[in-house]
């Protein structure tokens, strides 16, 4: 099975092409292929089926754990970066993901990626609560956590801390994950605030634990922090992999941009 190995800001991922590959893909390969010890290893597994005449490219998005997710935006701007340089795309296109449509920019060598509108209201997320969820408290090991949640075609909690570097991610970002108030789980982002454009961010991913970057986090903590005041609505997040640069238009639609690169491929044996 042909594979390319690519990142974004250190969110690495194994790429599969239909172009080159039949192969069913079940929960159980999927885990293998992203196994750091037993297979290629990586956050997630990106499946892209080419487009038609008829019908726009369309990407399936795997876990560590073998889950379906329904978005991954620094794995659709890898894609994308991808199909600039090797399959020559130059015009703007879209992919089709299980969280929608997603538009892709091409700004000179610059990819921007039309995230969509975010999912602000609780049952849509989803929480067990209705309405924005905006400071609200949860307990996790009988301590209070004042969350933020977002969806950007997947759940986001987002949590402000005063030191991000020493935080417990690892410790509590499972907890949280994990947490009754979230009924599919939830990805974890842990914010401090540098500037009112600026923030350091650290991300528990569900089904992928921490992650060096998260581009639906990234989104998410741009939402939240505008929604509250924390920060602008232009803001650079500097992950442990790298910086995303995340704005939220006037139309309602939030942008991503940042680096990708292809690294290597190869051929993974089954049998």
Request: charged fraction near 20%; aromatic fraction near 8%; glycine fraction near 12%.
């Amino acid at each position: 099975m042909p594979f390319i190995k690519m990142h974004g800001a250190g969110n690495d991922f194994v790429f599969l092409s239909r172009e080159n590959t039949s192969i069913p893909i079940t929960n159980k390969l999927a885990q293998l292929l992203l196994d750091r010890h037993f297979g290629v290893g990586g956050d997630q597994l990106l499946v892209l089926t080419p487009g038609t005449s008829t019908q726009i490219p369309s990407l399936k998005i795997y876990n560590a754990d073998g889950s379906l997710a329904e978005m991954c935006g620094n794995g659709v701007r890898s894609v994308a970066f991808y199909l600039m340089k090797y399959k020559q795309y130059r015009k703007n296109f879209s992919l089709q993901t299980d969280a929608g449509e997603i538009g892709i920019q091409f700004k000179g060598k610059k990819i921007e990626v039309d995230m969509g509108e975010p999912v602000l209201e609780g049952r849509k997320i989803p929480v067990r609560a209705r309405g924005p969820i905006v400071n609200k408290s949860i307990q996790v090991k009988g301590k209070t956590y004042k969350i933020h949640a977002v969806s950007m075609g997947n759940p986001h909690c987002v949590i402000y801390v005063k030191n991000v570097t020493q935080f417990p991610v690892k410790e509590i970002g499972p907890l949280i994950e994990k947490h009754l108030f979230f009924p599919n789980r939830v990805n974890v982002e842990f914010v401090q605030v540098l500037r009112q454009n600026h923030v350091r961010v650290r991300v528990w991913e569900r089904g992928a634990g921490e992650t060096l970057a998260c581009g639906t986090g990234a989104c998410a903590v741009a939402v939240a922090g505008a929604r509250f005041g924390n920060t602008s609505r232009n803001v650079k997040i500097d992950l442990p992999g790298g910086s995303l640069q995340v704005r939220w238009g006037e139309n309602n639609h939030v942008y991503l941009s940042g680096p990708s690169e292809v690294t290597f491929s190869g051929t993974f044996l089954i049998g």
